[in-house]
């Protein structure tokens, strides 16, 4: 059976998930799983976007071995430069050059014709092959754009160096005929097409992206774009795990395999959840809480008769634990702790184990039962400089519907106390904090969530605060939810460096 290249782009077009920001940590971390889970080409991050985004390319390229990574770059020398630099120590660079085709894009945002599109996209895809050999061109907007004009363009960059061929649908319109048919027509009418992999990228608008990406496997892409959990611009990406797990359930139906190591991809998932904050619906495909749950007696009778009467799917191929999670607890030692960290993707410095261990000794006193998805919660908090800590905090409700919070923070050996009002306890908490740092912190997101189903849950708060231009996330994790979403925004205005 052929290979189809799994293209993760989690931490580049994922990143560009609303309020989802990863910093250099956070990209090494999550590359690391994504070397464990087999994908072939990491999108690491657009370097000239920002200093740090090119920093975290750099680390990438620098922290794994096997797999390609890959930078964004417009067509001009300056992102391409930037992109190659970034990509300096990767041990399999790919720069990935873009311009739109579409007469949209090309009217109105890049003010060109046609005729000066192709020009700088042969221009920039040469210049990209003098310093990397692994080039690869996306046409912006493809299923939009104009076939012939594909044909066209692809036709020369690929003269011109691109090994591998992007069809974007870049705003989640086409359907899965429509981009059957455009991959059809532009691998077989570009007569060099033999010379690269053509490859899909497809966004979920209209909730369809994964169809639409193995209708492009069936007509003849052998590299499929797509994202951990489906996070990304808008409505996000092809998931990665259900094009893997598609492609394996369904190799009967679409006669490819791909690398990725099944059993990798729940740990991946949570992995991914716990540090982008972004949460996983319980009836997301593959990878949410109730995917190998039976609620009807019909189907609960079948599953013990014999599970393919009701799962397609082994829960074990998919890795997800049998246990239901139930994995530490009050006796387990900083041996087993470290096994677990490790063996969840979670890769630490010494200093960092022990931080977080203490933390998971507190929880061990206080709830009987630690799950999985309590300590990727408690780890998904990743390292930061504690200067301030939170001590403690009373609070009481108003006649008037207001609420009052005392609450103490430390600052090194200093117990600061402030009193404050709020809408509600939470508002005057936060309230009390932006006064002990004299600072104007905004919330431009907050969400508190049980991390299990059980009445004892902890309870997850997360918050998105913005100081300034910076925009940082943050998660705090307690069974008391007014604590966790002080301890979410003390974490934030330690991540501020405040
Ligand atoms: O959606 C898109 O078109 C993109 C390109 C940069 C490949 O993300
Ligand atoms: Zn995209």
């Not at 925009?471 to 979403?485: F, V, Y």
Request: glycine share 6%; proline share 2%; charged share 25%.
């Amino acid at each position: 059976m052929e290979k189809v290249k799994i293209f993760d782009t989690t931490l580049r077009d994922g990143e560009q998930t609303p309020r989802v920001s990863l910093n250099m940590n956070d990209k090494v971390m999550i590359a690391k799983q994504l070397e464990k889970l087999g994908v072939d080409i990491i999108e690491a991050g657009f370097p000239i976007s920002s200093d740090g985004d090119y920093e975290a390319v750099k680390a990438v390229s620098e922290a794994v071995e096997n797999v390609t990574v890959c930078a964004l770059a417009r067509c001009n020398k300056k992102d391409i430069d930037r992109a190659a630099e970034a990509l300096i120590n990767a041990k399999h660079p790919r720069i990935h050059v873009f311009i739109a085709t579409s007469d949209i894009h090309l009217k109105y945002k890049l003010k060109m014709s046609k005729e000066q599109c192709v020009e700088k996209a042969v221009e920039m895809v040469a210049y990209a092959k003098t310093l990397v050999d692994d080039i690869q061109f996306s046409a912006e907007d493809a299923s939009r754009s104009d076939k012939d004009f594909l044909v066209e363009i692809f036709e020369k960059v690929i003269e011109a160096g691109a090994t591998t061929i992007n069809v974007p649908d870049t705003v989640g319109y086409a359907q899965p005929n429509e981009y059957y048919d455009l991959l059809n027509y532009v691998i077989t009418n570009t007569k060099n097409s033999d010379k690269a992999t053509f490859s899909v990228h497809c966004h979920d608008d209209l909730g369809i992206s994964t169809a639409n990406a193995l209708s492009g496997v069936k007509a003849g892409a052998r590299q499929v774009e797509c994202t951990v959990n489906g996070i990304g611009e808008r409505a996000g990406n092809s998931s990665l795990e259900e094009i893997a797990m598609i492609l394996d359930t369904r190799s009967n139906y679409y006669n490819v395999t791909t690398n990725i190591v099944t059993t990798e991809i729940y740990k991946t998932s949570k992995l991914i959840s716990a540090i982008t904050g972004v949460s996983i619906a319980k009836n997301k495909s593959v990878v949410g809480e109730n995917c190998f749950l039976h609620e009807s007696g019909i189907h609960q009778d079948g599953i013990l008769k014999n599970r393919e009467t009701y799962e397609i799917m082994n829960p074990d191929k998919v890795g997800i634990p049998k246990n239901n999670g139930l994995v530490l607890g009050k006796h387990s030692g900083r041996h087993a702790f470290n096994a677990f960290l490790k063996q969840h993707g979670f890769e630490m410095e010494e200093e960092e184990i022990q931080k977080y261990f203490i933390k998971f000794k507190e929880l061990t006193d206080k709830k009987k039962y630690v799950t999985i998805d309590d300590i990727t919660s408690l780890v998904g908090e990743l390292p930061y400089n504690e200067n301030y800590k939170f001590h403690s905090y009373t609070s009481s409700n108003n006649d008037d519907g207001t609420a009052t919070v005392y609450l103490n923070i430390l600052h090194g050996n200093d117990l600061i106390t402030k009193r404050a009002i709020g809408n509600g306890q939470i508002d005057a908490a936060f309230n009390a904090l932006n006064s002990i740092v004299d600072k104007e912190i905004e919330v431009l997101d907050f969400e508190i969530n049980a991390v299990s189903s059980l009445s004892n849950a902890l309870g997850e708060a997360k918050v998105l605060l913005k100081l300034g231009d910076n925009e940082i996330s943050t998660s705090g994790l307690d069974l008391d939810i007014i604590k966790a979403s002080i301890q979410a925004y003390v974490q934030g205005i330690n991540k501020f460096g405040i």
